[in-house]
C-alpha cells in the first residue's frame, strides 16, 4: 500500500502534528495500546527548563533546590554542554507530553509515538503505577500543594517553611511503604482532610496527657513494649503522624513531600522497562508509518539516526560508560520479547516455554503490566541478550584484594548474569534500609532509626546531616543504630536536637 | 482519540524558575559573594560589568540523603566483556570508583565546582549590598540633561546622508507605474488600431500620436524630488547618566606589584560599583612619579617606574584634563587615589592645596586609600586635615588584600541621615 507522505518538510505544523497524532493513534489502537487521553503542549526550550527544575511536575511549590536544578539545566544548556531531552511526559490524565518548538517534524513525531503512546500507556497500564499514583488527581494536587505552600509562607516566613522542606526533602527516599498500598484520594478530598485535621486538632487539645497518673511507670517493671511494635519504613508518615512538636502545618508539609516521593516512588523502579517500553513503541510505530508510506525516506533517516544514540551501549571500557543505559537494556528486551515470541530458537524454547511462539502483542502487554525492573529482568533477559551485550558479573569485596568476575555469557554464567543485573535494580541495591525502630514516647521522646546493612555496605558521609534534618522534624533527639545482617547493633548515633530550631 | 488536545504553551510564562532562582541565591548568598570577591581579582577593571559566571563548591549546596558509603561487597553487571571468563580477577580500580559512579555522586571528593551566572543586576546587588553611592547629589543629576537624537519617521528633505535609499526608490516605483500606466493602455489601445487599420492616412495619424505618447511616457522621470525620503531624527532630551572616573596611582619604586595589585583591585570595586549608577564611565588612568601621565590600563598596571614622588604632578594634571575634557555641568566625576604616602616632604602641602582649591569642588566623590605605610607619612597628616571640610573626601588605609573589600565597604557604607 503506498499513500503520499504526511508532510515532506522538515519543519512541523500544527495540522501536520494532529495528523501524525492521529496516525500514530490508530496504529496503538491496533496493536491494543491502551492510553489516557492526550495533551500534547508545544513549549519552548526555556519552558522546558523549567519543566526539568520542577522534576517533571507541571505545577510545584517553591523550594530553592528547584532554583539549583534549573540554574544547573540552564547553565549546561548555555555552554551547549547537553541538549534538552526532546520529550518530556507527565503521568497524569490526560497524560502532558511537552513538545519542544525546536524540534523537526521527525522528532516532534517521535516524541508523540515515544512519548503519548508509548509512556502514557505505561503509566496507565503498569501496577506500580497504578498502586502508588493517582493520574487523575496529581496535577490538582500539586496546585494544592503549592498554594499551601505559598501560605505557610505567609504565615510563618519563609525561613520556617524551607527547614521543614528541606528536613523533609533530605528523607525523601522514605516516604513509601512499600508493602501497603495507599488509599487514593482525590485532591478536593485533600483540602478537605487536612481542615479537618486542622479542626480536630484544636477540639481535641487537652491537658489530658498529663493528668495521667505517673505511677504507672515505676510499677510495671517491665519494658514498656516497644513502639511501634513493627519498624516502620515509612519515616515522613512516621514523623507526619508521631512527631511530638510538629505543629499542624509541619505535618501538612510533611505529608506533601510524601506525596510527592509517594508520586515518583514507581519511576525509580520501573527506569528500564518504562524507557524500554516507549522506545519499542515509538520504533515500531514509526517503522509501520513508513510501511504505510506515510512518511519519507528522510523522515526515518533522521528518526534512526536519533534512536540509534538513544539506544548505544558503550562497553565497560568505553569513556562514555556510565552504566547500562536503560533505553538500550529495555528497548532490546522488549524487541527481544516480541522474537521470541515471533521466532523463537531452541534456546529460547528451552528457556521460555512459556512464552515462545505465543501472541506477541499479548506478552508484552502483559510483562509490561506486572513488572518492576528487578522482576522484568529476573524474568526475561535471555542468553540471546546477555550474549550480545556481552555481559558480565563482578564482585566487589572490600575484603579482598582483587575484584572478581564471576559470571560472563556462557552457559554457566546466563542464569547468575540475569540474578545479578536484576539485583542492581533492587531498591535494597541503591537505598539503604532505614526504619523507624523505637519512638521512646514515655520516656526521652527520642526517636531511634535502624539501618540493617545490606552486604555490609555501611551509609555515606552525610548521613550525620540527615539526622540533624530528622531531628529537626522530630524535635527530639534522634539516634541511628547500624546493624548488622544477623541483627547485632554495630553502633549507634545520636544527634542532638537543637531545639531552638524547631520552632 | 477525539480528545487529544494540542495546545500552545509557547506564550505562557517562561519563568517559572524565576522565584525558585531568586531563592537560591538567597540561601547561599554568602558563598555567592565570597565567590565574586575571588573573582574580580581575574578581571580587567572595565571588563566584567555584565555580571559573569560565580562557583561555589558543590558540597556547600549539596542536598543530603541517606546512601552508601564505600566499604562491603556488592555484585556489579557491566556490558562490553572481551576477554574475561569466570574466576579471573582484576585490580580494583584506583580511588576505589567502581560501582559508586553515578549513585553516590554526593559522597566522594567529587569536588568540581557548581558554576552558574548571575545577571548584572543580580551580581551588581549582591556585591555592593547594603553600600550607597556617596554623596550622590540627586538634584544634580537629574538636572543635568543632555539631548539625544531620536529617529522620527521620515521627511521630504534632509542632507545627502540620512537619505533613505530603499523608501525613496519604493515611492519612485510606484509614482512611475502610476503616471505611466494610463499612457500605455492608451498607446497599446492605438497600436492595436494601428494594426487593424487598413486607411494609409490613418496610421500615419495613429503614428503620431503613438509618437506623442511615447514622449510623454519616457518624460515620467525615473527618480523625482518628489520621491526622496530623509530619515529623519528629532533631538529629546535625557538625563546625563555618564561619569569619569579618575584613577590615579603612585607608581614610583617603592610601589611594588603586590601593592599595585590591591590598587587595582579597589579602583575595580569603584568602577564596579559607579556602573550601578552610570550607563557610561569613562575611566582615566593617571600615573605618576616625579611627572604625572595620562596611560592606559594595561600601561597602568603593568609598567613600573623608580623615582621620586611629586603626588601634585597627578592632581594638576588630572585638574587640566578636567578643565579641557570633562566640563562639571556634564559630568559626574569620581576620583580615586592609591598611593604608598611617600612624597616629597614640600609637596603634600601643595597637594592639600590643589585639593581644596580645584580638585574637591569639581568632584563628587575623592577616596585615598594608602596601601601600607608602617609609619604616619605627611601626606596622610595633610590629607587627613581636609576632611572635616569635605565630607565627600575620604581616606583609609589597606595593608592586605584582604582588607580591600571592608575598607570600601567602610568608605561606601550607607549613611543613614
Known amino acids: 500500500m503506498t499513500r503520499t507522505p504526511i508532510s515532506t518538510e522538515s519543519d512541523w505544523d500544527f495540522e501536520t502534528l494532529e495528523r501524525f497524532e492521529q496516525e500514530l493513534g490508530r496504529l496503538a489502537a491496533e496493536c491494543r495500546l491502551d492510553t489516557y487521553p492526550n495533551q500534547l503542549e508545544i513549549i519552548s526550550s526555556e519552558q522546558m527548563m523549567d519543566?526539568?527544575?520542577?522534576?517533571?511536575?507541571?505545577?510545584?511549590?517553591?523550594?530553592?533546590?528547584?532554583?539549583?536544578?534549573?540554574?544547573?539545566?540552564?547553565?549546561?544548556?548555555?555552554?551547549?554542554?547537553?541538549?534538552?531531552?526532546?520529550?518530556?511526559?507527565?503521568?497524569?490524565?490526560?497524560?502532558?507530553?511537552?513538545?519542544?518548538?525546536?524540534?523537526?517534524?521527525?522528532?516532534?513525531?517521535?516524541v508523540i509515538a515515544h512519548a503519548a503512546f508509548g509512556h502514557n500507556s505505561f503509566f496507565k497500564g503498569n501496577y506500580l503505577f497504578r498502586t502508588w499514583t493517582n493520574a487523575e488527581d496529581i496535577v490538582d494536587y500539586m496546585v494544592f500543594a503549592r498554594d499551601y505552600v505559598t501560605e505557610c509562607e505567609r504565615r510563618h516566613g519563609e525561613r520556617a517553611v524551607e527547614q521543614v522542606l528541606d528536613a523533609c526533602h533530605a528523607l525523601m527516599n522514605y516516604g513509601v511503604?512499600?508493602?501497603?498500598?495507599?488509599?487514593?484520594?482525590?485532591?478536593?478530598?485533600?483540602?478537605?482532610?487536612?481542615?479537618?485535621?486542622?479542626?480536630?486538632?484544636?477540639?481535641?487539645?487537652?491537658?489530658?496527657?498529663?493528668?495521667?497518673?505517673?505511677?504507672?511507670?515505676?510499677?510495671?517493671?517491665?519494658?514498656?513494649?516497644?513502639?511501634?511494635a513493627e519498624p516502620q519504613e515509612n519515616l515522613l508518615y512516621f514523623i507526619e503522624k508521631q512527631a511530638p512538636h510538629l505543629d499542624t502545618w509541619q505535618r501538612e508539609l510533611v505529608r506533601i513531600v510524601r506525596k510527592v516521593a509517594q508520586y515518583f516512588f514507581p519511576q525509580r523502579q520501573t527506569k528500564v522497562m518504562n524507557e524500554g517500553w516507549a522506545t519499542f513503541w515509538h520504533y515500531t510505530l514509526l517503522n509501520r508509518l513508513f510501511d504505510e508510506g506515510l512518511v519519507t525516506p528522510g523522515f526515518m533517516l533522521e528518526f534512526l539516526e536519533s534512536h540509534t544514540s538513544v539506544t548505544f551501549q558503550p562497553g565497560?571500557?568505553?569513556?562514555?560508560y556510565r552504566g547500562i543505559n536503560p533505553y538500550a537494556l529495555g528497548f532490546a528486551m522488549m524487541r527481544d520479547i516480541q522474537r521470541i515470541c515471533e521466532a523463537p530458537d531452541e534456546e529460547d524454547r528451552r528457556w521460555f516455554p512459556d512464552i515462545a511462539g505465543s501472541d506477541w502483542v499479548g506478552t508484552l502487554d502483559f510483562a509490561m503490566r506486572n513488572f518492576k525492573d528487578e522482576s522484568f529482568i529476573a524474568q526475561y533477559l535471555s542468553p540471546k541478550l546477555i550474549r550480545q551485550f556481552r555481559l558480565f558479573a563482578i564482585?566487589?569485596?572490600?575484603?579482598?584484594?582483587?575484584?572478581?568476575?564471576?559470571?560472563?555469557?556462557?552457559?554457566?554464567?546466563?542464569?547468575?548474569v540475569r540474578r545479578r543485573l536484576a539485583q542492581q535494580y533492587a531498591m535494597t541495591h541503591y537505598t539503604p534500609d532505614i526504619q523507624v525502630w523505637r519512638a521512646d514516647l514515655r520516656g526521652d521522646r527520642s526517636l531511634t532509626l535502624r539501618h540493617t546493612r545490606h552486604h555490609r555496605r555501611p551509609l555515606g558521609g552525610t548521613t550525620d546531616e540527615v539526622l540533624r534534618h530528622a531531628a529537626l522534624l522530630w524535635g527530639r533527639d534522634v539516634k541511628l543504630e547500624e546493624v548488622s545482617e544477623a541483627g547485632e547493633v554495630l553502633h549507634t548515633r545520636t544527634v542532638k536536637a537543637a531545639l531552638d530550631d524547631a520552632a | 482519540m477525539a480528545s487529544t488536545q494540542l495546545i500552545d504553551r509557547r506564550k505562557n510564562g517562561r519563568h517559572k524558575s524565576a522565584e525558585n532562582r531568586q531563592r537560591f541565591i538567597k540561601r547561599y548568598k554568602e558563598q555567592i559573594k565570597r565567590a565574586i570577591a575571588d573573582s574580580i581579582a581575574e578581571r580587567s577593571i572595565t571588563d566584567t560589568v555584565s555580571g559573569g559566571e560565580v562557583r561555589i563548591p558543590r558540597r556547600d549546596i549539596a542536598e543530603p540523603e541517606f546512601?552508601?558509603?564505600?566499604?562491603?561487597?556488592?555484585?556489579?553487571?557491566?556490558?562490553?566483556?572481551?576477554?574475561?571468563?569466570?574466576?579471573?580477577?582484576?585490580?580494583?580500580p584506583e580511588g576505589g570508583?567502581?560501582?559508586?559512579?553515578?549513585?553516590?555522586?554526593?559522597?566522594?571528593?567529587?569536588?568540581?565546582?557548581?558554576?552558574?551566572?548571575?545577571?548584572?543586576?543580580?551580581?551588581?546587588?549582591?556585591?555592593?549590598?547594603?553600600?550607597a553611592l556617596p554623596n550622590l547629589h540627586k538634584t544634580r543629576i537629574q538636572s543635568m540633561m543632555e539631548e539625544e537624537p531620536v529617529r522620527a519617521g521620515h521627511t521630504h528633505d534632509g542632507v545627502p546622508t540620512n537619505l533613505d535609499i530603499l523608501r525613496s526608490l519604493t515611492g519612485a516605483l510606484a509614482r512611475r507605474t502610476a503616471l505611466r500606466g494610463p499612457l500605455r493602455f492608451e498607446k497599446a489601445e492605438l497600436e492595436d488600431r494601428l494594426a487593424a487599420s487598413r486607411d494609409e492616412e490613418e496610421r500615419a495619424q495613429i503614428r503620431a500620436e503613438i509618437e506623442v505618447l511615447e514622449k510623454r511616457?519616457?518624460?515620467?522621470?525615473?527618480?523625482?524630488?518628489?520621491?526622496?525620503?530623509?530619515?529623519?531624527?528629532?533631538?529629546?532630551?535625557?538625563?546625563?547618566?555618564?561619569?569619569?572616573?579618575?584613577?590615579?596611582?603612585d607608581v614610583s619604586g617603592s610601589m611594588d606589584e603586590q601593592r599595585k595589585d590591591i590598587a587595582k583591585r579597589f579602583f575595580m570595586l569603584l568602577y564596579h560599583f559607579l556602573h550601578c549608577t552610570y550607563e557610561h564611565i569613562q575611566v582615566v588612568f593617571i600615573r605618576h612619579h616625579t611627572t604625572a601621565q595620562e596611560v592606559d590600563e594595561q600601561e597602568f598596571f603593568q609598567s613600573r617606574d623608580t623615582g621620586g614622588t611629586l603626588v601634585s604632578s597627578a592632581l594638576d594634571l588630572m585638574d587640566k584634563i578636567i578643565a579641557s575634557r570633562y566640563p562639571r555641568e556634564d559630568w559626574n566625576i569620581y576620583a580615586a587615589q592609591a598611593s604608598d604616602g611617600d612624597n616629597w616632604p614640600m609637596d603634600s602641602a601643595r597637594c592639600r592645596e590643589l585639593l581644596t582649591a580645584k580638585v574637591l569642588p569639581a568632584v563628587q566623590y575623592y577616596a585615598y586609600v594608602q596601601i601600607v605605610a608602617a609609619q604616619e607619612q605627611q601626606l596622610w597628616a595633610e590629607y587627613d586635615s581636609l576632611r572635616a571640610a569635605h565630607p565627600h573626601f575620604v581616606m583609609q588605609k589597606i595593608a592586605e588584600r584582604s582588607e580591600i573589600y571592608p575598607v570600601f565597604r567602610q568608605l561606601m557604607r550607607k549613611t543613614t541621615s
Open chain 1, 177 to 228: 511503604d512499600s508493602c501497603r498500598r495507599p488509599v487514593h484520594r482525590s485532591a478536593a478530598s485533600e483540602r478537605e482532610r487536612q481542615q479537618a485535621r486542622e479542626a480536630e486538632f484544636q477540639a481535641r487539645f487537652n491537658d489530658l496527657w498529663r493528668t495521667l497518673p505517673k505511677e504507672e511507670q515505676k510499677d510495671g517493671r517491665q519494658a514498656p513494649p516497644r513502639f511501634p
Open chain 1, 316 to 320: 565497560f571500557e568505553d569513556r562514555r
Open chain 1, 395 to 416: 564482585l566487589d569485596d572490600d575484603t579482598r584484594d582483587e575484584i572478581e568476575v564471576t559470571a560472563i555469557h556462557d552457559d554457566a554464567g546466563y542464569a547468575e
Open chain 2, 97 to 131: 570508583g567502581e560501582g559508586s559512579g553515578s549513585e553516590a555522586s554526593d559522597q566522594g571528593e567529587g569536588e568540581d565546582d557548581f558554576t552558574f551566572t548571575l545577571t548584572r543586576d543580580e551580581f551588581m546587588e549582591l556585591f555592593f549590598e547594603d553600600l
Open chain 1, 51 to 110: 519543566a526539568y527544575a520542577f522534576t517533571g511536575l507541571p505545577v510545584n511549590y517553591t523550594h530553592w533546590s528547584f532554583g539549583k536544578h534549573f540554574i544547573a539545566t540552564e547553565q549546561n544548556y548555555r555552554q551547549g554542554q547537553m541538549g534538552l531531552a526532546y520529550e518530556m511526559v507527565i503521568n497524569s490524565n490526560p497524560c502532558i507530553s511537552y513538545l519542544m518548538e525546536e524540534n523537526t517534524l521527525t522528532m516532534q513525531a517521535l
Open chain 2, 67 to 92: 546512601h552508601f558509603g564505600s566499604g562491603g561487597w556488592r555484585h556489579g553487571v557491566h556490558p562490553g566483556n572481551r576477554e574475561f571468563v569466570a574466576g579471573d580477577t582484576i585490580k580494583r
Open chain 2, 217 to 249: 511616457i519616457s518624460a515620467v522621470p525615473f527618480l523625482d524630488e518628489f520621491d526622496l525620503r530623509y530619515r529623519n531624527r528629532v533631538t529629546r532630551p535625557k538625563p546625563c547618566t555618564q561619569a569619569v572616573m579618575f584613577c590615579l596611582m
